[in-house]
């Protein structure tokens, strides 16, 4: 059955055992016509002893004999350490998704316990190579890595591709399910399918699940019916089991039972309302039965127009652009999506047109829309987000530079001419001084034609004389000529500053002109 549904899997199993030794050590009974009796040894009396053997129908079935002790020729037992070893030589490969909690158990109480126990046991070295892979194994899953169907996957790639990580621990969960071959497992494997049809649909997974459900339905199916067909057998046996009980054990065998189709009619309506349809069966329940059987009509007849292998090549295609996106790879990836959708269009349009034509030819994809598309298109909408972000961000970041330098750029033409600038302030303080100078000289002509004025009426020669002597002696009164303003160097550490200077002596001559006309020099005449 497994082989028919997931033959990959089943191919890596045979594999395995390929390389698995097939000689186990037992205890041996050899009897005296030369028969060859291997197994394990569970009881020894004086007359016989009864030996475990593994029966040819299953190896998990044991087949018990007693042997009469005037017929052995000859009694060898495994050794304490082939026990030992037998009791841990299976523990690699590891099963997936194992816990760090029971790989320490593992290794404590498997390869560390045989050797601290059998340090010279001749399967030593094989201890030794199981006690390794474990020791591996462990330190990745600490680390965050997780083991899916014997495939290792690191917090990384958790990262990069959660959605395909996700599908493959469905897939798991699916096969883990069919392997049961029971209503129930089978039951299960399709409520995980439905899970990751609606979660990660489109991913390789799915294409993967999709082949295996399509073997798995008709078993589904023979489970199904042969439930429905036995239930009033198995209902009819439990009611006549009932009667053959004492009363109080009528009413607890009752009330058991009302309690598990209770429990089965919460579970179902739970589903229902969480829009699960793959609702768990009630064996005893007609009814459920039936439902299930129709329901596994309507998912074989769905599935039926589903060309899995070209779902498996879309799916790679798809995870092509997931891997591209992880490496940094955005405008490939964006094409390779744009392809992979048209070419989804053009075999839509080619399906509606055979339908039309009422053709038998299967359909390539499925008609839900891809949760693995919608993924990469988020994917990509982020990863541009981004890069629209970190460019705004190196804009902002050059225009406040160029900010800074502009800044530092018109301070340093400033210092570079510092001593320019402190020359034409000179300049400038020398001219207002000239200024001042010229009104104080202006006034002290003014004040001194005012007083020839009121003296002409007395002595108009005096006056005249007066007046030319007066004008005589401003013009040949020499005027201050001017300090020429001097930069004092940076480090000079004394010396008055020449604008104080300057306006030191502007300061007397407001002063002399405000004495000037308190005493009445320099009035207006009348």
């Known amino acids: 059955m497994d082989q028919k549904i997931f033959s990959p899997w089943l191919t890596a199993v045979a594999v395995a ?37 593994e029966s040819k129908i299953s190896a998990t079935i044991k087949d018990s004999k007693l042997v009469d002790r005037k017929t052995i020729a000859s009694i060898k037992k495994a050794s304490p350490d082939e026990e030992a070893f037998e009791k841990i030589k299976n523990l690699v490969p590891t099963r997936s998704l194992m816990p760090a909690s029971e790989y320490k158990d593992k290794i404590n109480t498997g390869p560390k316990a045989f050797i601290e126990q059998y340090p010279n046991s001749v399967h030593r070295s094989k201890v030794d190579e199981i006690l390794t892979v474990l020791t591996e194994e462990l330190d990745k899953v600490e680390r965050g890595s997780q083991k899916i169907d014997g495939v290792w996957y690191s917090p990384q790639d958790r990262r990069d591709f959660p959605m395909f990580v996700n599908a493959e621990k469905r897939y798991y969960a699916i096969k883990t399910h069919a392997g049961s071959k029971n209503l129930a497992g089978y039951i299960e494997a399709m409520r995980a399918f439905e899970a990751l049809e609606e979660n990660e649909l489109g991913t390789p997974a799915h294409a993967k699940a999709v082949k295996g459900v399509k073997n798995l339905l008709p078993l589904l199916e023979v489970q199904a019916k042969r439930a429905l067909r036995n239930v009033h057998v198995r209902n009819e046996a439990w009611e006549k089991g009932k009667g053959n009980l004492p009363i109080d054990e009528q009413q607890r065998v009752i009330a058991a039972k009302e309690r598990e189709e209770a429990s089965f009619k919460r579970a179902a309506e739970a589903d229902r309302k969480n829009g699960i349809k793959w609702v768990r069966v009630n064996i005893n329940s007609p ?192 005027k201050p000529k001017p300090e020429r303003p001097r930069t004092a160097a940076a480090d000079d550490g004394g010396g008055i500053p020449f604008h104080f200077i300057t306006l030191g002596i502007a300061a007397i001559l407001g002063i002399a002109i405000f004495v000037m006309k308190k005493m009445g020099i320099g009035g207006t005449g009348e």
């Open 287 to 478: 009814q459920s039965l039936e439902a299930c059987v129709a329901l596994i009509a309507d998912e074989t007849a769905r599935l039926e127009s589903v060309d899995a292998d070209v779902l498996a090549a879309r799916a790679e295609k798809l995870h092509g652009v997931d891997r591209m996106l992880a490496k940094g790879q955005l405008i490939e990836a964006q094409d390779a999506l744009e392809k992979i959708l048209e070419e989804d269009s053009q075999a839509a349009s080619s399906g509606t047109s055979n339908k039309k034509r009422r053709s038998t030819k299967k359909s390539s994809v499925s008609t839900d829309p891809s949760t693995y598309v919608e993924e990469l298109k988020l994917k990509i909408s982020q990863k541009q987000e981004a890069i629209a972000a970190a460019e705004a961000a190196k804009a902002a970041a050059a225009k406040s530079n160029e900010l800074v330098q502009n800044t530092k750029g018109g301070d340093d033409p400033a210092k570079g001419d510092e001593g320019k600038g402190e020359e034409s302030k000179g300049e400038e303080t020398e001219k207002g001084s000239e200024e001042t100078e010229k009104s104080g000289t202006s006034s002290f002509a003014q004040l001194a034609q005012s007083s020839a004025k009121s003296q002409a009426s007395k002595n108009k020669g005096e006056s005249d004389k007066s007046t030319k002597s007066s004008s005589k002696k401003s013009k040949d009164k020499p």
């Open 17 to 53: 055992l390929l390389f698995t030794p097939a000689v186990v050590q037992a205890d041996t009974i050899t009897l005296k016509d030369g028969t060859v009796l291997e197994g394990k040894i569970v009881l020894e009396a004086d007359d016989f002893v009864k030996i475990e053997m």
